[in-house]
C-alpha cells in the first residue's frame, strides 16, 4: 500500500498490545512526576527537577506510543475508509 497514513488515521487504529503497555507505563510516570513537582512541601531542587524530567519523558513515551498501529490493520482500515468517501482527516 502506498497511501501514508494521517495522524487521525494512526490514532483511531487499533494499537498493539506492547505499546498500550508503554502508553500506560508513560501516562504513571507522568502523573508521579506532576506529583513531585508541584509538591506544596519544601523539595530539594534535585526531586523538582527529577519531577519535570519524569512528566516530559511519561508524556513523550504516552504520545509516541499512542499512535503506533498493528501492522494488519492498516490495510483493512483503510480500505474500509475509502469505501466510506475517504479518510478522517480529508472529511475534516
Do not use: H, N
Not at 510516570?29 to 506532576?34: E, M, Q, T
Not at 524530567?53 to 490495510?75: D, K, T
Amino acid at each position: 500500500m502506498d497511501k501514508k497514513l494521517t495522524v487521525l488515521d494512526r490514532v483511531t487504529l487499533p494499537t498493539p498490545r506492547f505499546f498500550r503497555k508503554v502508553r500506560t507505563i508513560g501516562a504513571a510516570l507522568a502523573a508521579v512526576g506532576g506529583i513531585l513537582a508541584t509538591a506544596p512541601v519544601a523539595l530539594p531542587a534535585v526531586v523538582v527537577t527529577l519531577g519535570g524530567y519524569l512528566v516530559l519523558a511519561g508524556s513523550i513515551a504516552a504520545a509516541v506510543s499512542s499512535v503506533a498501529v498493528e501492522p494488519g490493520s492498516q490495510e483493512a482500515a483503510a480500505q474500509e475508509r475509502q469505501a466510506q468517501g475517504g479518510s478522517s482527516a480529508e472529511t475534516l
